[in-house]
């Protein structure tokens, strides 16, 4: 490290190194690696795909002729360039083509196409790529490396494998737990009004995590494959993944024999951490150990509250939580969110017996327009070749090698026929057309 270096701080040192901005001229860690996304109407198969393609993947999405419903995924209808809101954010990278697997010649192409693949991700019912011979035993008899992924509800094999209904996001939420936990408690659990009822998250939790969590599978055998030279099946529930990200539930069933109940916004292991109203918002304060409970009734002016409920323990009672919500949102109700972190970051910088954390509850167009989330590339400003200017969300991570990145956003329906079966499988014009007219692409 030479002198200059020393001298910067680590803010300044490490946004050189990491900086987004050079992610282009860096090379990407899975640029060897094809990938055959056959997930249809599928989220989940659909996210892990985009994050293999976002560290340089090539993935080709293998679409029915009409196009994967997914495409048609978007609030009330809204269409951009005939693309759905959802689709946009998950068809990045990818070469998109055409091909019925219902039909023979459609189910050889893609045998073809598998036989010189690194990976294949689908999203059918159990059994039915098995069923057309285009399953993994199949597949891996004439390629051996293949790493194949299947994602389903509730996995490959078990008693409910074979029930027939579909992977969708929702079931998945309520299938992994986490759902019965969510929500506003009822005060009357017979009669319980509209809003105290279980509910879903807002986006597809239960899809993006069994996407996410099948993404961490695949890499892990593609490291596994460098040694071994084997492929391998990787069987992924998308509710069981969502389950995985369960925290004290199971564990707590366990010591209990009794389910966590719905709280709404208070936390059943800490407390304060949640949200309170302020004069212009809701602000979120966190400070729930003994000393940091300290630090905030400090700063409240509220000793008096120390001493009521004195240990976490105290405070762990869903009725003293009711007793001191209200005391806070006194104080809270009657300052700003920026008086608010005034006070508490006073306090945690010149007096420090203890830290509060605050927090803004953002607006979505605050969270777009953050100065930090620009600067860090969290969205990224993309001219498109179809699609033309638009705004997404970036990666999540930033690597100082082998960098993630956006290359493209979308494509239309069937849009890379050509290019992948004329340099993959070698076909000729005159054959992609009697397909095309066969209704095969």
Known sequence: MSHHDKEKSWGEWIKELDDPANNRHKPEALDHITVLDCSVANMGGSFTTSILGELGAEVIRVEPPEGDPARTYTPWGYMHMETGLGYLNEGRNKFHVTLSLEKPEGREILRKLAKRSDVLVETFLPGVMDEWGIGYRQLSAENPGLIYC??????????????????????????????????????????????????????????????????????????????????????????????????????????RQ?????????????????????????????????????????????????????????RLNIDNMKVMYKEISKWTETHTYDEIYDAVMDYNKNIGEGIVVPGRISAPMETFKAENWWARQSFEAINDPHYKEMTVANQAWKMTESPPRIKWICRPVGSDNEHVYNVKLGLGPAQLDEMKAQGII
């Not at 019965?180 to 995590?209: C, F, H, I, L």
């Not at 709404?264 to 940091?292: E, H, I, M, Q, R």
């Open 258 to 314: 009794e389910t966590i109940p719905r709280v709404g916004n208070y936390d059943v292991g800490v407390f304060p951490y949640t949200y309170f109203k302020c004069k212009d918002g809701f602000a979120f304060l966190s400070g729930f150990s003994d000393v940091n409970w300290k630090a905030l009734c400090t700063i409240l002016n509220r000793p008096d509250l120390r001493e009521q409920f004195p240990t976490i323990f105290d």
């Open 150 to 255: 299947a994602l389903y509800t509730y996995g490959q094999f078990g008693p409910r494998a074979g029930c027939g209904k579909a992977d969708v996001d929702v079931v998945n939420q309520v299938y992994s737990g986490v759902t019965s936990v969510t929500g506003e408690p009822p005060d009357d659990p017979d009669n319980p009004r509209p809003s105290e009822v279980p509910t879903k998250q807002g986006n597809w939790m239960g899809w993006y995590a069994g996407g996410a969590w099948a993404a961490v599978a695949i890499m892990a055998a593609l490291h596994y494959r460098t040694n071994s030279q084997k492929g391998q099946f990787i069987d992924v529930s998308s509710a069981e993944a969502f389950g995985r990200c369960i925290n004290y539930g199971i564990t707590y069933y366990q010591d």
